[in-house]
C-alpha cells in the first residue's frame, strides 16, 4: 500500500502552485505538512483529490503503482483516498445518514444492496466513539453546523468510509480548544497501521494533539525540508523565514 | 375544442361490479342541480378563450392546447378496473384510511365507507352525485361559491356543466378524523376526458386530511381532465389536501383550487406534479378571517417536453393573517415550468404576513423556468416578501460528495431529491413523506438524460 | 414637520413650479396627424429618410393599443387630439448664455443651471420645450473629439455615427410610446465619444417643459466607442398646469467593447405629467451600462431602463429609487436581456409610498438557453408610509439552461415602530424620524449618485416626507 507523488506541477488559471513536489505518504504514519499562506498546502490536498479547477501539468501521483491522475474524484475516494476538508460544504436536503448511506453502498460491488441494519449499527458506533448524538444523522450535511459540528462531521465520516490515505486539510482551522480535542481525540483512535495520515497545517498547536511521525515544510510548490516532531516546535518558534534562507542556501 | 363545444347530453353508465359490489344509479339529478350544470353550460359558451396577450397565460405555450376527438363517461373494461383497483385499493392495504373512493372514467368503481361512529357523528363522505341529491342545501350553499379563477373560467364552467365525479365532505363542527381520506381518479382510456371534484366543507374546530390521486392507466396515455377542489376551512379547523397528479404523458390538465381560510383555521396543500404534457395549476388561498394561516406547497419534477404552468394567488382579506407559499421545480429535458404567483393584501389587512417562493432547479441546457413571482400590498404595516431562484446542481457539492466515493450520477440524484426535501417535511405526515419521495424518486430514474 | 423643513430649501417639487409667458415662433398646432409630423420635418429641415422614418412610426403609433391589459387605465386620461407637439423659439441652440432669450435665461437661472455648469460639468444642454435652448461643451472635453449636440445636430452633422445606431436600440415597434416619439421627436442629446476617451465630468441636459397641453418627446442617443467612459444626467421639472402634459422621451445608449456608460436621471416633473420614458442601452464585449434612476415627479411615470448584454462579459445594472406621493402612480423597473456568456446584471430598486401613493416594480430578465455563465441578481423593497399606500411587484425571470444563475428577492415593510421610539426617545420628532428612516432605507442608492445629486435628493425626500405624519 503506498501513495507516492512524483514530480508533481500543478496550476489554477494561469498560476503556477505546486512546482516539482516530491512526496510519498506512508501507511500506519502520522506525516505532517506544515507551510506559510500561498506555499500550496491546500492545493495539494486538492490535487490528491482530484478538484476539477486544478490543472496538473507535469508529474504523477501514484496509489499502489498506479497512476491516479486519470481517475474521477469519486473513483479516487473509493480507491481509498479521503480529504476532510478546510470548508465542507453544505447539502441541504441529504440527511447525513443518507449520504454515508450512498458513499458506502457506492463502494460495494455492482448489484450488492447495502445491509441497511449493519450499516446502522455500524455508524451508532462510530457516532459513540466519536461522542456524537444519535440525533446528528438527520441533519442535513453540514447545514447550519458550527465549525467544530463540521469537523465532526469529516472525521465521522472518515470513520464510516476507512480509507487508506486521509488528508486533513487546515482542520484545526475555525476549531476552539475543546473542538480540536475532540476531533484530534477522534483522529487518534482511527489510526493505525491499516492508514496513512496526512495532516495538513499552518499551525503547529494541532500537532500537539495529533503527534506525527514526520514533518515536511512545504514552500514555494515544493517539500523544502523534513524532519521528525521537532521540526514542528522549530517552526513555531522561529517562524518560516529562516527555512527560505537556509533553504536558498542549500539549492 | 370540437368536442368540447357538444350539449351534454345525459350519458347512461353500465353497471360495474367493483369489489363492494356498487352500482352507481344512473345520474339523473334534482332538477336544481340540472338547472346549475345548465347554467354553467351557457356560461362555458358564452366565455371567451382565454385570448393570446391574456396576462394570466403569459409564457403559457398555447400550441400544448389540444383537445381533439374526446370522449366521456366510457365504460372501463374488466382488465382496467382490476389493474386500477389492485394499485388503488388492494396495493394500499397497509395504510389505514377513514374512506375511499376510486373512479375510473369519472364513474365510481369502489367506494370505502365511513365507519359507523364517524357517520354517527354526523361527518359525510359521499360521491358528489350523491351529495347533490341528498344534500342539495349544503350544495347550494358550498359549491364552487367562491370560485375564482386565474385565468381559466371557461374551465371551470365547463368543469361545472360536465362534473359528476368527486368527492364530498362535511365534517361537523369540533369533530376530528385520525385518519386520512383518499380519492383516486382515473383515465382508463386513451382520449377520455374527466371532471373529478373534491368538496371539503370542514365546520369550526375540526381537523382532517384529504388526498387525490389523478393517474391514468397507462403513462403514455392522453386525455383530458379538468378538477376543481373546493376547500373550506370553517374557524379553528385544520384542514390538509394534498393532491398527486400522475396523469398520462399525452394528458392535459388544468387543476383548479379555491381555498377559503377562516377565522384561526389552517389549511395547508400540497400538490406533487409528475404527469402530463400540458398541467396547469391555479391554486387560490382566501384568508378571509382574522388568524388564519395557508401554506401552499407543491413539488414538480419535469423531463421531455412536460410543460407546468402555475398560477397562484394568496389574498389576505382579514387582518392578522398569514400565508407561506413554497413551490419548488425541478427541470429536466427540454421541459418547461411557469410560475407566476400574487399576493394580494387588501385594504383592511393590516398585520398580514406573507411570503412566497418560487425556487427552480435546472437540470438540463435546455430547460425552460419562467417565473413571475408577484406583489400587490395595499396595506402598510405587512411583512411580506417574495423569493425566485434559478439555478442548477452546485459544483462544489458535487466535488464534496465525489470525493466521499459517490458516483457523479448518485450524487446528483442525491441533490436533487434533497432540494424537495425541506417541501415534504412541512406537510408533517412521515408516511406521506416516503410515498410522494418514492415518486419523485422514480420520476427522476425513468428520466434517461439525468 | 415644519421645523424640520431647512427654511432656505430650494431645490423642491415648487422651484419648478413657475411659469413665464413666452412667445413661440414655431408652433405645429394641436393634434396630431401626418401633416403634423411634415411640420416638424420641415421646420427642422430633415433629410428625406428621416421624415420617412416618422411617417411610418406615426402609423405604428395608430396601430397600436394602449397597453392597459397590463398597465394602469390612468394612460386612457392621455388625450393625443389635444396635445402640442412642436412648440420652439428657433431651432439652434445658443452657445453663451448671453445669447438666450431673456425669458428662457430666466426660467433656467432660476433653475441653476448655469451655476451647476460653472461647479461640476464638462458640458450642457438645457431644453425648453421642444429644442434646446443652450447647448455648450466645454473645449478641454471637446478637443478630446467627443460629440455634444442636440439630436438635430447629430442627424445633420454626423450622419454616419448616427444612422448607424439610431432606432437600432429601441426600434419604433418597441411599443406605443416609443412609436410616438420616433414619430415627433425634437430635442435630445445626441453624444460620441471617441474610443480610449474617459470623460472626467458629467455630461448634463435639462428638460424643462413650460406651455400648457404640450407634449415632450426628446431622442437621445448616446455612443461610447471602445474603452470610452462618460456619465450623463438629466434633470426636468414642469410648472403644475391644470391639464395633462406628456413627456415621452426616446433613450438609446450604445457602450462598444470595454466602454462604460453611467446614465443617471432625477426626475421631478410636476405632478400633471404623464412621463413614458423608453429607455434601452446596448453592451458589446466587457462593456458596462449602468442606469441610476430616481422618480420623484409626475403623475404617472411608466419606466423600465433595460441593458441588452450582447457581448461577452457585459455588464448591466440599474438602480433605481422612486417615491410615490397622493395622486402618483410610479411604474418603474427594469429589463436585462443576456444575449452572451459569462453577462452579469443587478437591479436594485427601492420604492417609498407616501399617502395614497402607488409605486409599481415591473422587472425582466431573460437568458435564452445554450448560454453559460449568465448571473442576474435582482432586489426590490418597498416602503409604505401611509397605510393607504400601495406597492406591486411584476417581475418576470425566463431562465434556460443550467449553466446561469438568477436570484430575485423583494420585500415589503413599513418603517419600524421600534426605530421611531428609539429616535424619538433621543429627541427628535416623529417626522423627523421619519424622514430620516426614509433616508436612511435609500442611503446605499443615494450614495451612487455623484455628491450635487445626492445632497439634492435627501431634500427632495424631506420635502415629499412633510406632512405624511398626521
Excluded at chain 2, 409528475?274 to 378571517?289: C, D, P, T
Excluded at chain 3, 397641453?213 to 414642469?238: H, K, P, S, W
Aim: proline content about 4%; some cysteine.
Amino acid at each position: 500500500m503506498s501513495l507516492i507523488i512524483k514530480d508533481l506541477h500543478a496550476s489554477i488559471g494561469e498560476r503556477q502552485i505546486l512546482k516539482g513536489l516530491n512526496f510519498e505518504m506512508k501507511p500506519g504514519k502520522v506525516q505532517a505538512i506544515m507551510g506559510p499562506n500561498g506555499s500550496g498546502k491546500s492545493t495539494l490536498s486538492k490535487v490528491i483529490a482530484g478538484h476539477p479547477d486544478y490543472t496538473v501539468t507535469a508529474g504523477e501521483i501514484l496509489l499502489n503503482g498506479e497512476n491516479i491522475l486519470e481517475m474521477e474524484p469519486d473513483a479516487r475516494a473509493r480507491a481509498g483516498i479521503f480529504m476532510a476538508f478546510q470548508y465542507p460544504s453544505e447539502i441541504p436536503g441529504v440527511t447525513i445518514a443518507n449520504f454515508l448511506r450512498a458513499a458506502v453502498q457506492a463502494r460495494l460491488p455492482e448489484g450488492e444492496l447495502i445491509d441497511a441494519v449493519e450499516f446502522y449499527e455500524t455508524l451508532y458506533a462510530k457516532m459513540d466513539m466519536l461522542e456524537m448524538k444519535r440525533e446528528f444523522t438527520t441533519r442535513f450535511v453540514n447545514e447550519g453546523f458550527s465549525g467544530g459540528e463540521k469537523k465532526r462531521n469529516e472525521i465521522l465520516q472518515m470513520a464510516m468510509l476507512e480509507p487508506k490515505f486521509a488528508i486533513l486539510d487546515e482542520t484545526d482551522s475555525g476549531l476552539d480548544i475543546d473542538a480540536l480535542r475532540i476531533v484530534s481525540q477522534g483522529v487518534n483512535k482511527l489510526k493505525g497501521p491499516h492508514m496513512g495520515v496526512l495532516v495538513i497545517t499552518h499551525y503547529q498547536r494541532l500537532l500537539n494533539y495529533i503527534v506525527p511521525d514526520e514533518v515536511h515544510v512545504l514552500m514555494n510548490g515544493r517539500i523544502v525540508q523534513s524532519g521528525g516532531k521537532e521540526l514542528a516546535l522549530e517552526l513555531e518558534a522561529k517562524g518560516y523565514d529562516w527555512i527560505k534562507e537556509d533553504s536558498l542556501v542549500a539549492a | 375544442m370540437e368536442v368540447l363545444e357538444q350539449p351534454i347530453t345525459p350519458t347512461t353508465t353500465p353497471a360495474t361490479p367493483s369489489l363492494d359490489s356498487f352500482v352507481p344509479p344512473h345520474f339523473q339529478g334534482p332538477s336544481a342541480w340540472t338547472q346549475i350544470q345548465k347554467q354553467a353550460w351557457k356560461q362555458y359558451q358564452e366565455l371567451p378563450f382565454p385570448a393570446r396577450n391574456d396576462e394570466h397565460f403569459r409564457f403559457t405555450n398555447r400550441a400544448q392546447f389540444q383537445f381533439e376527438n374526446l370522449s366521456h363517461l366510457t365504460p372501463v373494461n374488466k382488465e382496467a378496473q382490476k389493474q386500477i383497483l389492485l394499485i388503488s385499493v388492494e396495493n394500499r392495504l397497509k395504510k389505514p384510511v377513514a374512506g375511499r373512493f376510486v373512479f375510473g372514467n369519472d364513474q365510481l368503481l369502489y367506494r370505502q365507507n365511513l365507519s359507523a361512529e364517524l357517520s354517527a357523528k354526523g361527518v359525510l363522505w359521499k360521491p358528489f352525485s350523491e351529495a347533490v341529491e341528498q344534500h342539495p342545501e349544503l350544495i347550494e350553499k358550498y359549491f364552487m361559491a367562491k370560485v375564482t379563477t386565474l385565468g381559466s373560467e371557461k374551465f371551470a364552467r365547463l368543469h361545472q356543466a360536465y362534473l359528476k365525479a368527486g368527492s364530498f365532505l362535511y365534517i361537523p363542527k369540533n369533530v376530528e378524523l385520525e385518519l386520512p381520506l383518499e380519492a383516486f381518479h382515473w383515465i382508463a382510456e386513451d382520449k377520455e376526458m374527466v371532471f373529478p371534484h373534491t368538496l371539503i366543507i370542514a365546520e369550526a374546530n375540526t381537523k382532517v386530511e384529504i388526498i387525490d390521486f389523478f393517474q391514468s392507466i397507462h403513462s403514455e396515455i392522453g386525455g383530458f381532465s379538468t378538477s376543481v377542489c373546493d376547500l373550506h376551512a370553517g374557524p379553528g379547523s385544520q384542514v390538509r389536501y394534498v393532491a398527486t397528479q400522475l396523469w398520462g404523458r399525452e394528458t392535459r390538465s388544468f387543476q383548479l383550487q379555491s381555498i377559503i381560510v377562516d377565522k384561526d383555521a389552517h389549511s395547508k396543500t400540497l400538490n406533487l406534479n409528475m404527469g402530463g404534457a400540458y398541467s396547469r395549476l391555479e391554486s387560490k388561498s382566501q384568508m378571509i378571517g382574522s388568524g388564519s394561516k395557508s401554506d401552499m406547497l407543491s413539488l414538480t419534477i419535469s423531463n421531455d417536453k412536460q410543460e407546468f404552468d402555475q398560477r397562484t394567488f394568496q389574498e389576505h382579506i382579514a387582518p392578522n393573517t398569514n400565508s407561506d407559499l413554497l413551490f419548488k421545480n425541478a427541470l429536466a429535458d427540454d421541459s418547461r415550468t411557469i410560475f407566476s404567483g400574487m399576493i394580494e393584501v387588501d385594504v383592511d389587512a393590516q398585520k398580514t404576513d406573507a411570503y412566497q417562493s418560487n425556487r427552480n432547479l435546472l437540470l438540463s441546457d435546455t430547460a425552460d423556468s419562467n417565473s413571475m413571482p408577484g406583489l400587490e400590498i395595499n396595506a402598510n404595516d405587512v411583512r411580506c416578501t417574495h423569493g425566485s431562484t434559478t439555478s442548477q446542481i452546485d459544483d462544489v457539492e458535487m466535488f464534496y460528495m465525489r470525493s466521499r466515493g459517490v458516483p457523479l450520477p448518485v450524487a446528483r440524484k442525491l441533490f436533487t431529491l434533497g432540494f424537495f426535501q425541506d417541501v415534504l417535511e412541512k406537510i408533517n405526515d412521515k408516511d406521506l413523506e416516503v410515498e410522494l419521495l418514492d415518486l419523485i424518486d422514480q420520476k427522476y430514474s425513468q428520466t434517461k438524460s439525468l | 414637520m415644519s421645523q424640520t423643513a431647512t427654511p432656505d430649501i430650494d431645490i423642491d417639487r415648487s422651484v419648478g413650479d413657475f411659469h413665464y409667458d413666452t412667445s413661440y415662433e414655431f408652433d405645429a398646432g394641436v393634434g396630431l396627424s401626418s401633416k403634423t409630423v411634415d411640420y416638424i420635418c420641415d421646420v427642422k429641415g430633415d433629410p428625406q429618410w428621416i421624415r420617412d422614418f416618422r411617417q411610418k412610426a406615426l402609423k405604428i403609433f395608430e396601430s397600436k393599443p394602449m397597453p392597459t391589459h397590463w398597465a394602469t387605465e390612468d394612460l386612457e386620461n392621455i388625450i393625443f387630439k389635444n396635445i402640442r407637439y412642436y412648440l420652439s423659439k428657433g431651432q439652434v441652440p445658443k452657445r453663451t448664455w448671453e445669447e438666450v432669450p431673456e425669458d428662457v435665461k430666466r426660467t433656467f437661472e432660476r433653475l441653476g443651471i448655469p451655476e451647476a455648469e460653472r461647479k461640476f460639468l464638462s458640458g450642457v444642454e438645457a431644453q425648453f420645450d421642444s429644442e434646446a435652448a443652450y447647448s455648450n461643451i466645454k473645449a478641454i472635453v471637446a478637443e478630446q473629439g467627443v460629440i455634444f449636440v442636440g439630436s438635430t445636430e447629430g442627424l445633420h452633422k454626423h450622419p454616419e455615427i448616427f444612422k448607424k445606431w439610431f432606432g437600432k436600440v429601441i426600434p419604433t415597434t418597441d411599443n406605443k410610446f416609443s412609436a410616438l416619439n420616433s414619430a415627433v421627436f425634437s430635442g435630445g442629446s445626441f453624444i460620441y465619444i471617441p474610443p480610449g476617451v474617459k470623460v472626467k465630468h458629467p455630461l448634463q441636459a435639462y428638460f424643462r417643459i413650460n406651455a400648457q397641453n404640450f407634449g415632450q418627446f426628446e431622442r437621445t442617443l448616446i455612443i461610447a466607442d471602445e474603452g470610452a467612459e462618460v456619465t450623463y444626467m438629466e434633470g426636468c421639472t414642469a410648472p403644475k398646469f391644470e391639464t395633462a402634459t406628456l413627456h415621452s422621451a426616446v433613450v438609446e445608449l450604445v457602450a462598444l467593447k470595454g466602454a462604460k456608460i453611467q446614465y443617471i436621471t432625477v426626475q421631478n416633473w410636476s405632478s400633471n405629467v404623464f412621463n413614458l420614458v423608453t429607455k434601452r442601452g446596448l453592451a458589446m464585449e466587457d462593456a458596462e451600462i449602468k442606469w441610476i434612476d430616481c422618480n420623484i415627479g409626475s403623475r404617472l411615470t411608466m419606466k423600465y431602463p433595460g441593458v441588452i448584454l450582447k457581448g461577452r462579459k457585459a455588464r448591466g445594472e440599474v438602480i433605481s429609487i422612486a417615491m410615490a406621493n397622493s395622486g402618483q402612480h410610479q411604474d418603474t423597473g427594469a429589463k436585462m436581456y443576456h444575449l452572451a456568456d459569462d453577462t452579469t446584471s443587478n437591479i436594485v430598486a427601492k420604492s417609498i409610498g407616501i399617502g395614497s401613493g402607488r409605486s409599481t416594480y415591473r422587472g425582466m430578465v431573460h437568458i435564452p438557453k445554450h448560454l453559460k455563465g449568465c448571473k442576474n441578481n435582482t432586489e426590490c423593497d418597498a416602503l409604505l408610509i401611509n397605510t393607504n399606500s400601495r406597492t406591486d411587484t411584476y417581475p418576470a425571470i425566463q431562465v434556460r439552461g443550467n449553466k446561469n444563475s438568477v436570484q430575485h428577492e423583494a420585500s415589503v415593510s413599513k418603517v419600524s415602530a421600534d426605530q421611531i421610539f428609539y429616535m424619538q426617545q433621543r429627541g427628535m420628532t416623529e417626522a423627523q424620524a421619519m424622514s430620516l428612516s426614509v433616508n436612511g432605507f435609500v442611503n446605499d442608492l443615494v450614495r451612487q449618485f455623484p455628491l450635487e445629486y445626492s445632497v439634492e435628493l435627501k431634500r427632495l425626500i424631506d420635502m415629499e416626507m412633510e406632512g405624511s405624519v398626521g
